[in-house]
Every structure is written in structure tokens, then in C-alpha cells.
């Protein structure tokens, strides 16, 4: 299943059910807003009091924090490290021996955190959620063409198709006696044989996708019909008007705030 | 003095799985409390309908799954306590993909490759590695690279670098997809070499006329249980329940079926040499 649908994870929650614009129109939102808007912790407040409880109400809170949790944790813990100590100038918040923490370096660390962590958390929050073919037929619907789509939808896929046959190399490389456990130069040279089989595969997996969708008139210029329709409650277009209009007055907001302090 | 010239060694590894059971991280329960005993040389087939569990049952083999209860011994090894590297020098796995297996630039280094990670001197592993080319036949290729290879090429070189390991026990995923009927008769003919030699095949296939006429004993899984586990006539003439296996019998024991016969013949020559007689 991970194979076919990306990072999805299937929930009985009433925002699964959601339309795949609704939602995206959510996470556009968190991320325009977490990234526009001015101070340190408006986007903890925008994932304490925005994001989290969506992932509860999706059923997935657990899943988004520890996945989220693993991509962000070791970037904010250098950002720490690095802003803090290596702040030229500041105001010294804790010194131990010749190293000093700058509270201005700990300040810029907490900001760019947070923006970290909103927009990989949303990203992931709607990854999680929506099914990337739902997603594509949602946009060929307004009008995207199928191109575009066929890019947004393979880039979201491509990850753990990548993982799933990096495996399957490994596997078979240890099969054949190759220890990876041990050194981390055992480990390093492990990873190499994985390289030439894993870039050669999916070079032919793109080619034969794309013959597979050629000969099924991805390229046909005329109008295309659905097989399938996406069901939608009436106040999600209303939501999703809303939700762009959120976003244009955050932007605005976020101007004149920077404008006025 | 007489000098006997020193028997090759391989000694004989017998197989225990013990009432294991086994369930993928996504839930799917693959394996539900299989006991199989595999004795040294014996030639066996798994057989069932995909999602059986077959391909999972021999991935056990060589410690790639360990068994979420149970246990699985190969020889004195338990795989709990072995790396798959380790197990490497007693099971060979040859993948269903080769695509999967084979990274090298030529053929000769693709081959090199399981003897250098069992550090083995260069002659023994050359010689190895030249033996097992001639056996597929691909000894006049040795600089080529694998990816110019046609698929059936790839599939026999991806067999010949397993079996350059010269491990007791080699396990064959799918031998035969993607072969025409001559690379299916080499291909039982490379599994019947090996068999002489005294080493444990265990196959997963499809082709349930290659499993007739290749494997003494064959085991039918479905839904993660094994169903039937004999000898392989005693198991292909049970028509019906391998019926609902989803597994078709060959079509020499169904046309022996349709003409009344008591008798159920595994190979051509059996069915002439019943119909003659």
C-alpha cells in the first residue's frame, strides 16, 4: 500500500473524507501563515492551536509527531547548537567555560524552528491525509494540466517507492553476504552497491510509467472525461474561498505588522 | 601413497522451522504457525497462489525475517542469533528480480562479489565463480555488463553469482518467469546438477509443471498456512484441494484425470511409458 499512495495512512476520520482541495487549501494556509507571519512563536501557537488538533480529529497525532519529530528534531538541535554559540556579538545567556549561549542566536533558533516545524508538519499533516491520486484527479478537475499534476503527484510518491526498493538491494545484497552491521565504515561501504541498482531501476521505472500513461493518451489534447468523481460537502468550496482569503489577509497582516514595528 | 583427492565439502545442513509465525509491520499476518523440517539434498517446491506466504516462509531461511514466535535453525544456527551475512554462507537466496541483485559493471565482478564479502582466497574464489559461470553457461560473457544482458541472461547470471557461494542450501524465487521452454530445461537441468552435488534446492514457483517435473517433494501454502506437504505426486494428484489453493495441477495429472487413469504422471516420459504400457 505504501507503494501506491505515498505516505497515506488510512483513518476513519471525517477529514480523510475531506476534499483533497479543502485540505490543501489547510496546509497552504499553515504554511503561508507560518512563514509570513512576524514573531517567535507564532508558528508554535499555529501548531499547538492548528495543527495538532487536526491531527487528532485525522486520527494520526502520533504518527505526525514521530514523523515530523525525526525530520525536524536533528535540524533544530544544530540550529541550537549553532546560532547559539557562534552569535557574533549578544547578549551571553548561559556560559560554560569559553562557550557562551547568545540569547539573540537561541531567539533566531527558536523562529526559524518553529517555521521548520510548521512547514514540515503541514506538508506531512496533508501527505498523511489525502491520497495523491485523489489529489490528481481533484486538480485535472480545476483545470491543471495533466502534466503539472502527473509532477506534484510522482514527486509525493517517489519517496517511498524509493525506500521500498532500497530494501528489497539491500536485502538481496545481504543475501549475498554483505554485513551491514558494525563500523560505520562497514555501514558506508554497504550503502554503496545500493547506489548503481537503485538509480539504473528507477531511471526504467520512470521510462516504463511513462510509456504506460502515453499509451493510455496522456498526451490527447482534446477534453477528458473521469471515471471517478471526488465528493465534496457544499461548505467546502465556501472553506476553501475562505481559507484563500485567510491567506491573503495574513499576508497583508504580516506586511503591516513588519511595516508598523 | 595413494592420495585421495580430498571430497568437496559440504556438510550437511538440515532445516528446522518450528511453528513459526509471522506478521508484516502493515498488519498483514504472512505466516500463521508453520512447521517445516527440511532434510540435507532434498529438492522441495513451495507452491500456492500469490499472498500465500511463500516468498516470506523462504526469506526466514536466511534470517532476511526473523519469525515473530518461533524458530528457524539451519543447521546449529538459530536465525535469531545470525546475521543475514552470516547465514549468507549457508543459504544462498536468489531473488525473483534480478534487477534487484545485480549492481556490478561486468559480469565477472558481479560474480566476484558474495565470495569477496565471504572472504575467500582469490583462487578459490575465481575458480568458484568460473565453475558456476560454465554450469548456466554464461562463461563467454564474463566482461559484458549485466544491464546489456536480455532478462532470461540476467536471471541465469543473478543464479550463477548465488551459486558461486557454493552455500549447502540455495533457495530459487521464481526460476523460471521469463524463460522460453529451453532456459526452462536448463534451468532444471542447473537445479538437477546442484542436486547431485548433494546441496538442499528449495524453489518457490508457479509453474506448476516445472514443480512436477523438478521437485521430489512439494509443500502448497495458502493464506499463510502450509496445506499440503508430501511427496510431489502425493500432493499434485489431490486435485480438488489444491483446486482450492487456486492452484491449477499440471496438465499431464489433469489429462490423466479426464481419462480415468488411477495413475498420475509427473513428467512426459511417464505419461507415454503409462500409455504404451
Known sequence: MAEVFGLYKQRASFIHGLHPLTKLAVSGFFLLAGLSLPGMWSTYLL???????????????????????????????????IQGILWSGGTPLIEVGPISFKQEGVQFAIASSGRILIVVGSFLWFALTTRPDQLMLALAERGLPSSLSYLIVSSIQIVPRFQARANTILDAQRSRGLEIAGSIFQ??????????????????????????IEVRGFNYPGPKTSYREIAQAAWEPMLQRFLLLAMAGTLILSIVLRLVS | MIVEKAPAKLLPIEIEVDSISFTYPSG??????ITIHVSSGERVALIGQNGA?????????????????????????????????????????VFQNPDDQLFQRTVWDEMMFGPRNLRWSAERAASSVQASLEMVGLEHIKEMHPYDLTFSSRKLLALASVLAMDTQVVIIDEPTTGQ???????????????????????????DIDFCAEQFERSILMAGG?????????????????????????????????????????????????????
Open chain 1, 47 to 81: 501548531v499547538i492551536f492548528g495543527l495538532l488538533p487536526l491531527a487528532f480529529l485525522s486520527r494520526l497525532l502520533l504518527e505526525l509527531v514521530s514523523r515530523t519529530g525525526r525530520i525536524v528534531l536533528p535540524f533544530m538541535i544544530s540550529v541550537f547548537l
Open chain 1, 187 to 212: 555501514r558506508a561501504r554497504a550503502v554503496l552497491p545500493l547506489v548503481a541498482p537503485l538509480i539504473l531501476s528507477s531511471l526504467i521505472d520512470v521510462e516504463e510509467r511513462a510509456l504506460a
Open chain 2, 28 to 33: 498483514i499476518q504472512a505466516l500463521e504457525d
Open chain 2, 53 to 93: 506466504g511463500k516468498t516470506t516462509l523462504v526469506k526466514h531461511l536466511n534470517g532476511l525475517l526473523k519469525p515473530v514466535s518461533g524458530s528457524v535453525k539451519v543447521g546449529s544456527w538459530d536465525t535469531h542469533d545470525h546475521s543475514v551475512a552470516q547465514m549468507a554462507t549457508r543459504v544462498g537466496y
Open chain 2, 180 to 206: 522460453d521452454y529451453r532456459g526452462v530445461q536448463q534451468i532444471g537441468s542447473i537445479l538437477s546438477e546442484l542436486n547431485k552435488q548433494g546441496k538442499t534446492i528449495i524453489g518457490v514457483t508457479h
Open chain 2, 225 to 277: 498456512r502450509v496445506v499440503l506437504d508430501g511427496s510431489t505426486r502425493q500432493v499434485l494428484s489431490q486435485i480438488s484441494v489444491i483446486d482450492q489453493a487456486y492452484v491449477e495441477a499440471p496438465q499431464l495429472m489433469r489429462l490423466a484425470e479426464k481419462l480415468g487413469w488411477d495413475f498420475m504422471p509427473l513428467t512426459v516420459e511417464e505419461f507415454i511409458h503409462h500409455l504404451d504400457g
